[in-house]
């Protein structure tokens, strides 16, 4: 397992969590503490629901009865927030594909193009996710400081900013895994040539051919009887 892909697929796979627990939450926007310490309710709201409680604990939530009623704004955060949910699912999957401790994905340089395919994946993912909670924080922020809007005013809430670390996460981990591709292009290769089975006889053939080589005498010479004198 390469060590650049397990911090972008913990990332990855964390920020999309974040994302799914951003979407489902119903507290993107609450009413002041202003206004609470005085009714002793509040209200917030998300995308799918409107709720409120009270200091006993109890509370109630009604969903959106119908799409054409919701306000625009509304509308365009569920269809990016559910793209980005959507995005980085299919993301963690080619990441999981796109590692190299998998068996599945293909040769190496397969892997590298799903793992670079994956952290584009969450990089869109995250994209996503923190237009659509940026969308959402900007129409609170202005007309929380709008004079002349007189209806009820809502604080920032705590879905609002899971949204915003989700979608840093999956594009930190999107651009690591961007990144692994490179990582597995430097990785060096070992070449092996084959050079042949050798035999004894080629060793002595090669022996005696070199030049310098010790050649010995011919054994059929004869020494005559002064020799041994």
Same mark, same amino acid.
């Given at each position: 397992?390469?060590?650049?892909?397990?911090?972008?697929?913990?990332?990855? +796979?964390?920020?999309?969590? =974040?994302?799914?627990?951003? !979407?489902?939450?119903?507290? @993107?926007?609450?009413?002041?503490?202003?206004? /609470?310490?005085?009714?002793?309710? @509040?209200?917030?709201?998300?995308? @799918?629901?409107?709720?409120?409680?009270?200091?006993?604990?109890?509370?109630?939530?009604?969903?959106?009865?119908?799409?054409?009623?919701?306000?625009? #704004?509304?509308?365009?955060?569920?269809?990016?927030?559910?793209?980005?949910?959507?995005?980085? $699912? %299919?993301?963690?999957? %080619?990441?999981?594909?796109?590692?190299?401790?998998?068996?599945?994905?293909? &040769?190496?340089?397969?892997?590298?193009? +799903?793992?670079?395919?994956?952290?584009?994946?969450? +990089?869109?993912?995250?994209?996503? /996710?923190? !237009?659509?909670?940026?969308? #959402? =924080?900007?129409?609170? !922020?202005?007309?929380?400081?709008?004079?002349?809007?007189?209806?009820?005013?809502?604080?920032?809430?705590? =879905?609002?900013?899971?949204?915003?670390?989700? /979608?840093?996460?999956?594009?930190?981990?999107?651009?690591? $895994?961007?990144?692994?591709?490179?990582?597995?292009?430097?990785?060096?290769?070992?070449? #092996?040539?084959?050079?042949?089975? !050798?035999?004894?006889? /080629? &060793?002595?053939?090669?022996?005696?051919?070199?030049?310098?080589? %010790?050649?010995?005498?011919?054994?059929?010479?004869?020494?005559?009887?002064?020799? #041994?004198?």
């Amino acid at each position: 397992m390469s060590r650049v892909q397990i911090p972008g697929l913990v990332f990855g +796979i964390g920020g999309f969590g =974040a994302l799914v627990a951003a !979407t489902a939450s119903n507290e @993107w926007k609450v009413t002041t503490r202003a206004s /609470s310490v005085i009714t002793a309710t @509040w209200v917030y709201q998300g995308l @799918w629901m409107n709720c409120a409680g009270n200091a006993l604990g109890s509370f109630h939530c009604r969903p959106h009865f119908t799409i054409f009623r919701v306000e625009g #704004y509304i509308q365009a955060c569920r269809g990016l927030m559910i793209a980005a949910v959507s995005l980085g $699912f %299919f993301g963690a999957i %080619f990441a999981l594909f796109g590692m190299k401790c998998t068996k599945v994905g293909g &040769s190496e340089k397969a892997k590298a193009k +799903i793992a670079c395919l994956a952290g584009i994946v969450f +990089i869109l993912s995250g994209l996503c /996710s923190m !237009t659509g909670c940026s969308l #959402y =924080a900007n129409k609170i !922020t202005t007309e929380f400081f709008d004079p002349l809007f007189v209806e009820q005013k809502y604080e920032l809430g705590a =879905a609002l900013f899971i949204g915003w670390a989700g /979608s840093t996460l999956c594009i930190i981990g999107g651009v690591i $895994f961007c990144f692994s591709i490179s990582d597995n292009n430097k990785t060096p290769r070992m070449g #092996y040539t084959y050079n042949g089975p !050798t035999s004894v006889m /080629s &060793s002595r053939t090669k022996y005696q051919g070199g030049e310098g080589d %010790f050649k010995p005498t011919n054994p059929s010479k004869q020494f005559d009887k002064n020799a #041994y004198v």
